[in-house]
């Protein structure tokens, strides 16, 4: 009989440092993703940053797209369209992207110059000023295209 006392009380140690063990891990994973939050200004237990990096390059590789295209509707037209939508009209494009990678509609605007094509980032709206430099991150700042040219935007995209 006490060999099954001494065999209940080891038991009831191993199920504490278990319990232990698994307390830290819980603790040290969820210290780490309140971390990843507040590094990328919110989101659900720091997910934006990950998913708001994918959105920002996505949406830049989107707009070079759409500015080579524009050249290249500029070339055989002569002049940029008046709303860039109309590159999928004229068989330019065979989808042009309704928004950017976040769901925020584009803001096109054409002059003597040439074009200006905008996203207003994670947050929709305009602003604030980037970084400098920009590199990573500031995902609310604009991103913005003018006559093929990253104009404004993280280094190196």
């Known amino acids: 009989m006490r060999h099954h006392h001494h065999e209940r009380g080891s038991s009831l140690i191993v199920l504490v ?13 969820v210290s780490r993703l309140q971390q990843n939050r507040e590094l990328s200004g919110g989101g659900e237990l720091g997910a934006a940053a990950p998913l708001d990096h994918s959105r920002q390059a996505r949406t830049i590789v989107d707009m070079q797209a759409i500015g080579r295209t524009l050249s290249l509707m500029q070339v055989d037209k002569g002049a940029y369209p008046e709303e860039f939508v109309e590159l999928e009209r004229g068989g330019y494009l065979a989808v042009v992207p309704p928004a950017d990678a976040w769901g925020n509609a584009w803001t096109y605007e054409t002059g003597q110059d040439g074009y200006t094509l905008t996203s207003l980032g994670a947050d929709g709206r305009p602003g604030p000023a980037p970084p400098s430099p920009w590199t990573t991150g500031a995902y609310d700042c604009d991103l913005v295209l003018t006559n093929g040219q990253m104009t404004q935007g993280p280094s190196g995209r």
């Open 17 to 29: 440092i278990g319990l232990l063990i698994v307390g830290l891990a819980t603790w040290l994973v």
